[in-house]
């Protein structure tokens, strides 16, 4: 399974960006899929998450701002960001996995076993 990640780049706060992630390589449906970001130091932490009858888990801190949806039939799935902060800035991973997961534990980067590589967004003030 790859997934390759793009629309990262460099945007003052208040702006926008969006990711897309392709998918490619596998005959399982993907049941979740996700967006989650690390800055050096730090642990990897869930954005978002989608699984493959629309529904959505959103971290708390970027409810309200960032969007996350999927079209399954193309393998794709996107994060719209909207009103970006400096703290924002992270290299932005997309992940999937085929089996069932439910809950807030979708945000967990331990239920993943498919990654991409990572865009970098960087939010400046």
């Known amino acids: 399974v790859q997934l390759v990640e793009s629309g990262g780049g460099s945007v003052q706060a208040g702006g926008s960006l969006r990711l897309s992630c392709v998918a490619s390589g596998y005959t399982d449906t993907m049941y979740c899929m996700g967006w989650f970001r690390q800055v050096p130091g730090k642990e990897r932490e869930g954005v978002a998450t989608i699984n493959n009858n629309g529904r959505t888990t959103i971290t708390n801190s970027v409810k309200g701002r960032f969007t996350i949806s999927r079209d399954s039939p193309k393998n794709l799935m996107y994060l719209q960001m909207n009103n970006l902060k400096p703290e924002d800035t992270a290299m932005y991973y997309c992940?999937?996995?085929?089996?069932?997961?439910?809950?807030?534990?979708?945000?967990?980067?331990?239920?993943?076993?498919?990654w991409g590589q990572g865009t970098q967004v960087t939010v400046s003030t």
């Open positions: 992940a999937a996995r085929s089996a069932r997961l439910y809950g807030a534990i979708q945000l967990f980067e331990m239920f993943y076993p498919y």
